[in-house]
């Protein structure tokens, strides 16, 4: 299993950035798949998750109407748009993949056990500054 991410960078308040993940060793119809971020000085929080077993995707309240997560099986990458980014936006994002087979979005964002080391990316810097 692995997963890579791209496209974090610099950007002013109001912007907008578009991370990716690429995947290989597993099937993106087959696990829940979501963004975390770390801020400075601050603890792993969930953003957003997606399952094939939901009729929409989690989102954290901060972020919800600004960011859209999405996947793309076919080219094994799933995505997290970032619209109207805020400076407390800034964070090292991380994509994640489920440690179970078909589970709710909920589960993997709000659950007490996070997926081990090997199903995370290395993470991507976002900074949100004028």
């Known amino acids: 299993v692995q997963l890579v991410e791209s496209g974090g960078g610099l950007v002013r308040p109001g912007g907008s950035l578009r991370l990716s993940c690429a995947v290989s060793?597993?099937?993106?119809?087959?696990?829940?798949i979501g963004w975390f971020r770390q801020a400075p000085g601050k603890g792993r929080e969930a953003v957003s998750c997606?399952?094939?077993?939901?009729?929409?995707?989690w989102y954290t309240e901060s972020v919800r109407g600004r960011f859209t997560i999405s996947r793309d099986p076919a080219e094994d990458k799933f995505y997290l748009e970032m619209n109207d980014l805020k400076p407390e936006d800034t964070a090292v994002y991380y994509c994640?993949?489920?440690?179970?087979?078909?589970?709710?979005?909920?589960?993997?964002?709000?659950?007490?056990?996070?997926?081990?080391?090997?199903?995370w990316g290395r993470g991507t810097q976002v900074t949100v500054s004028s």
């Open positions: 060793g597993f099937s993106l119809d087959y696990y829940a």
């Open positions: 997606s399952s094939r077993k939901d009729d929409s995707p």
């Open positions: 994640v993949r489920d440690h179970y087979p078909i589970r709710f979005a909920e589960e993997l964002c709000e659950g007490e056990d996070e997926p081990p080391f090997d199903y």
